[in-house]
């Protein structure tokens, strides 16, 4: 058992590397929660089409997150190692890595949106998410270029300098919005491709802020400039890939569950769609939460794996996962409390345009809400442990436990539930919740097995 100064000492280190990783997570959700915000204002449909949209560009994304996930532990272990030119190197082939992503993924996106149609949705939804779609698919290839940037910060364990370019690409993106969803100070009012092209233009500035920044650093500098272009070490590239891509297959088993779930409500309706928005977007803003919890984890037992400090790492890791759980359970405290008035945030209930469909809406979600309270614990727990796990570089069985865990558990559940004995949305998320559970319990038993037989 561990002193309770141990706990304080071991959470304020957490706290500090992932307070940061916190923001700037969020920042990235919270461009998506500023769209509902702002075109929930139009009406239900209009929240239906930016939920669609986003479910299908979210899958690309997370993506792409998780091949550039494999740059930080490398990092962080190049660092702990004290290896400055093995930084500079990883950075350089994760960089390219990253742009090459950006690119296909954006192709992928732009060949895939037709599908929309296909998929038993409204046509008043799919007609306004097909052009917000098309314009935030095109945000991937920023938004790739920066995660080569944000994975160096957070590798050198400078979390900080993300987390002020994500808060500044968020203001930008709440103003760009504000002048062109509604037509302010003179601008054309778009609607929903207005929040679009507000998001666009936000993360490209996003970029260029982190470029800037780094560059005028002197302690960032030597990393990435005079980089050797001529020069491609496939060693790299296949380390990279190798930890980046059952990585990504992980995450995809992942997102792709939850886009699932936005589907199977968009076929029980416009009123199922947006309530289930509402619950997601609100879940996943507490998930960033665990997310930067577990870059630390990432960072920490890299660094510890790095130095083959296994009693370390150890200490390490479980005060990571003692932290999320407190952190969790206030998180599913608060969903219990104020389900029924965050819901509130999301739609006008004053004004008779459609007053009565937004009262669906809120009083659906606000069910929603309470299978989310159960699954904050289970869904903060597993991603804080994948992050450790990515640490010591385990990368392949935890893809295999995210499709067994999402695919052969909760995705089934989800459908009989939803579908075919009528559940609605309530049973959507009782598949989460199974899913999710699952998911942590055999991640933990994962890493335990790992530590005990030390094999990594």
Not at 156 to 165: E, Q
Not at 181 to 195: D, E, M, Q
Not at 300 to 321: H, M, P, T
């Amino acid at each position: 058992m561990y002193s309770l100064a141990f706990y304080k000492k071991e959470f304020a280190t957490n706290w500090k590397l992932a307070f940061p990783v916190i923001l700037g997570m969020l920042g990235h959700t919270f461009v998506a929660f500023a769209d509902n915000i702002m075109v929930g204002q139009l009406g239900a449909a209009e929240l239906a089409a930016v939920s669609l949209g986003n479910s299908f560009f979210f899958v690309a994304f997370a993506v792409g997150i998780g091949i550039s996930a494999a740059i930080t532990p490398l990092i962080a272990e190049a660092d702990g190692l004290g290896k400055k030119l093995n930084v500079k190197k990883v950075f350089k082939h994760g960089l390219v890595i990253c742009l090459s992503s950006g690119i296909i993924l954006f192709g992928v996106l732009l060949v895939l949106g037709p599908l929309m149609q296909s998929m038993k949705q409204p046509s008043e939804v799919v007609a306004l998410a097909i052009p917000y779609y098309e314009i935030i698919s095109l945000s991937l290839i920023p938004i790739m270029i920066f995660q080569a940037f944000r994975t160096l910060c957070d590798g050198l364990s400078r979390t900080k300098i993300p987390m002020y370019a994500t808060l500044i690409s968020n203001a930008l993106n709440i103003l760009f919005n504000y002048l062109l969803i509604f037509g302010n100070w003179g601008f054309p009012k778009l609607g929903v491709i207005g929040a679009g092209y507000g998001t666009l233009m936000s993360r490209i500035l996003m970029v260029l802020f982190i470029a800037v920044v780094l560059y005028r650093s002197a302690y960032f500098r030597e990393f990435i400039t005079r980089l050797n272009w001529k020069k491609t070490s496939w060693g790299y590239v296949k380390k990279i890939l190798n930890l980046g891509l059952p990585t990504s297959a992980q995450v995809f088993f992942e997102v792709t569950l939850f886009t699932m779930a936005v589907w199977l409500s968009g076929i029980l309706g416009t009123i199922e769609q947006a309530a289930n928005q509402i619950a997601l977007n609100l879940s996943s803003m507490t998930y960033m939460v665990g997310q930067g919890l577990s870059v630390a984890a990432m960072i920490r037992v890299g660094n510890q794996k790095g130095k083959k400090d296994i009693a370390r790492l150890r200490e390490v890791a479980f005060s990571l996962f003692a932290m999320t759980l407190l952190i969790e359970i206030v998180f599913a405290l608060a969903f219990l409390i104020f389900r029924f008035d965050l819901p509130l945030v999301y739609l006008d209930t004053e004004s008779s345009l459609n007053q009565v469909e937004n009262l669906k809406v809120i009083s659906l979600a606000s069910m929603l809400l309470l299978w989310s309270a159960f699954f904050q614990i289970s869904d903060g727990l597993q991603v804080v442990i994948l992050g450790a796990l990515r640490g010591i570089q385990d990368v392949n069985v935890p893809a295999l436990i995210a499709f067994i865990a999402y695919w052969v558990i909760a995705f089934p559940i989800c459908y009989v539930l939803a579908i075919e004995l009528e559940w609605g949305g309530n049973g959507i998320w009782i598949g989460l919740l199974v899913g999710l559970t699952a998911s942590a319990l055999m991640l933990y038993l994962r890493f335990v097995f790992l530590l005990r037989k030390q094999q990594f």
